[in-house]
């Protein structure tokens, strides 16, 4: 069994940053393929904002480029979100999954609120 289990979100003001992780943790048996984050805010879908493919190719929906990060750390299983100049419309729970022993995987989510 494998969970991801991510950390990091929080309450900022507009223009604050946060840094979001993802662990994937549990019995491990393949290399981890590409990894994501998504976001739900309250009464939208849940929209995808980031991934990184196994060979480390970052991809931003275009909300988040310039202003978001997304990198990995294979050693320690791991995927971060660096997320700058939040807005409010950057309020939502977000979500990270990965591909891990040839199957999908999602995190339980960490909520992020920005506002003054």
């Known amino acids: 069994q494998v969970q991801l289990v991510e950390s990091g979100g929080g309450s900022v003001q507009p223009g604050g940053s946060l840094r979001l992780s993802c662990a994937a943790l549990?019995?491990?048996?393949?290399?981890?393929?590409?990894m994501g984050w998504y976001r739900q805010a309250p009464g939208k879908e849940r929209e995808w904002v980031a991934s990184?493919?196994?060979?480390?190719?970052?991809i931003y929906h275009a909300s988040a480029r310039g202003r978001f990060t997304i990198s990995r750390d294979d050693a320690r299983a791991t995927t971060s979100l660096q997320m700058n100049s939040l807005k409010p419309e950057d309020t939502a729970v977000y979500f990270c999954?990965?591909?891990?022993?040839?199957?999908?995987?999602w995190g339980q989510g960490t909520q992020v609120t920005v506002s003054s």
């Open positions: 999954n990965g591909v891990v022993n040839g199957r999908l995987w």
């Open positions: 990184i493919t196994s060979g480390g190719r970052p």
């Open positions: 549990g019995r491990i048996t393949t290399s981890i393929n590409d």
